[in-house]
């Protein structure tokens, strides 16, 4: 009677044991599956990510082609908010592959435009607004040497950006300029208005009556720090305003400095460039101004001599933190390389204004 017992139990722990073989087979097959398909699906992922981001090493010119074509989808997440990639300028076929939605490039001897992309489209532009600023300053012939504060009224409750000048600061108006115009300070730029003979709405006031002196008839200022997208203007304008501000020397000798030591409660602060094009041997800048707010996209403007050739380049509404950068080498290269063209290579859609 024992030994059936005993048989019996050792038959039971035999089938249960089977049973959680079969069990785990079974589940391993599905874990299996779903692994397989899972990798394959990640695989996918991978090809068509790869497929669709350009690569610096672009294999062959179909292949940079069909990046291209294909490159808006992975852009729209960095510019969806950008009014430019709204209105669809960067759909725009575009031969040299900018991922600036509006563009221009002039010779400042002959006005010829050598390139052409939206140029009339009007954007909100950012700090390029500062440009503008220091137009104004220095036409207004304060004292570059008087001292300056800057106060809570300086700062940005906009956009909520960030500065090392506190409130409290007081630099020389020259210094806040230089600031505004190198390091794209804010703070500064506001203080600068604020401390105008009527204040900031009269220097507002100025700031427009200089763009229409100027012919920017496209062209519309609130402020003038440029962290307002009610600040717009249009590549062609921007051109304009380059060519004027490259006209004063304090101007371009501020704008084009690579850094700058400031004292700041009682110890040195060093202010580096918004434009690393600045430091770099392949380029020779006269003058420049860099942008960014989310309406804006990233913008660039700069005087520059290559191939022989005073240039202005206007770049607007560029996707990406890095573009605009590279749609100015994009552009130098193929200045260099065809420095003799004398027709005009032009893309253009509708002027695209936004609700004030």
């Known amino acids: 009677m024992v030994m059936q017992l005993a048989s019996s139990f050792s038959e039971m722990r035999i089938l249960k044991q089977i049973s959680r073989w079969a069990f785990a087979l079974t589940v391993g097959s599905t874990l ?25 090493h672009a294999h062959t010119a179909t292949v940079v082609r069909r990046v291209a074509a294909v490159r808006a989808p992975v852009r ?3 510019a969806s908010q950008s009014f430019g990639y709204a209105a669809g300028l960067h759909e725009t076929e575009d031969p ?25 489209a ?52 020259g210094v ?4 505004a115009l190198m390091s794209s300070e804010n703070r500064a730029a506001n203080a600068l208005g604020r401390n105008y003979p009527g204040g900031l709405p009269a220097f507002v006031a100025a700031m427009n009556a200089k763009a229409k ?9 609130v402020e ?25 020397p304090l101007l371009r000798e501020y704008s084009t400095t690579p850094s700058l030591d400031v004292e700041l409660n009682s110890r040195q602060v060093q ?31 700069m005087q520059a001599q290559m191939a022989g050739r005073k240039l202005i380049m206007v770049l607007l509404d560029s996707a990406g933190k890095y573009s605009r950068i590279a749609d100015a080498e994009r552009i130098r290269k193929w200045i260099t390389s065809n420095h003799t063209i004398t027709t005009t290579t032009t893309t253009t859609v509708r002027p695209v204004t936004s609700a004030s």
């Not at 806040?176 to 600031?179: G, I, V």
């Not at 100027?214 to 519309?220: A, F, I, Q, S, Y």
């Not at 249009?234 to 304009?240: E, F, I, Q």
Request: aromatic share 4%; net charge negative.
């Open 32 to 56: 299996i599956c779903v692994s397989t398909a899972g990798q394959a699906a990640t695989v996918h992922h991978r090809k068509v990510a790869h497929a669709a981001v350009p690569r610096a």
């Open 122 to 173: 009007v954007l909100p532009i950012a700090s390029l607004t500062k440009l503008m600023t220091a137009m104004v300053i220095s036409e207004g012939k304060q004292p570059l040497d008087q001292v300056l504060a800057i106060t809570t009224d300086d700062i940005d409750t906009e956009k909520n950006t960030r500065s090392r000048l506190t409130p409290g600061t007081q630099l020389t108006r």
């Open 271 to 301: 202010f580096h460039t918004t434009d690393r094009l600045v430091a770099s041997p392949a380029w020779d800048i006269g003058l420049q101004k860099t942008g960014f707010i989310n309406e804006a996209g990233q913008c660039l403007v």
């Open 76 to 78: 729209a997440e960095a």
């Open 176 to 179: 806040m300029l230089h600031l």
């Open 224 to 248: 003038p720090t440029g962290l307002s997208s009610h600040n717009q203007s249009s590549a062609r304008d921007l051109a304009m305003l380059v060519n004027a501000a490259h006209q004063v």
């Open 96 to 120: 040299l592959f900018l991922r600036s939605g509006a563009a221009i490039v002039l010779d400042q001897d002959t006005h010829e435009v050598l390139y052409s992309k939206n140029s009339q």
């Open 213 to 221: 002196e100027l012919g920017m008839m496209d062209t519309h200022y």
